[in-house]
């Protein structure tokens, strides 16, 4: 199966920028759909963005405008770019593919915004 490993979480400063990225162990070409979730202590995921093979993209509506997905193929990576960040955006967030027959995610990166 194939394993992701986030990175490039850390502390930044209300309306900063950071972008995360997800490493693959193996290919992503035919992955059904890659995302990114974050989890607040006790709670469920919530879906933060996810883009599908086709390329189609989905936001949670508190991020809309300010957080992209994007992916590339060839170095089996998808990326957050998280733009005027907010105190409330404060969480652990978690890659997650969804392959065809099972779903992989990792094991998450701390974001913290706070002055």
């Known amino acids: 199966q194939v394993q992701l490993v986030e990175s490039g979480g850390g502390l930044v400063q209300p309306g900063g920028s950071l972008r995360l990225s997800c490493a693959a162990s193996g290919s992503i070409f035919s992955v059904n759909a890659m995302g990114w979730y974050r989890q607040a202590p006790g709670k469920q995921h919530q879906l933060v963005a996810v883009m599908t093979r086709g390329g189609s993209t989905n936001y949670a509506d508190s991020v809309k405008g300010r957080f992209t997905i994007s992916r590339d193929n060839a170095k089996n990576t998808v990326y957050l770019q998280m733009n005027s960040l907010k105190p409330e955006d404060t969480n652990v967030y978690y890659c997650?593919?969804?392959?065809?027959?099972?779903?992989?995610w990792g094991q998450g990166t701390q974001v913290t915004v706070s002055s």
């Open positions: 997650n593919a969804q392959f065809r027959t099972y779903v992989s």
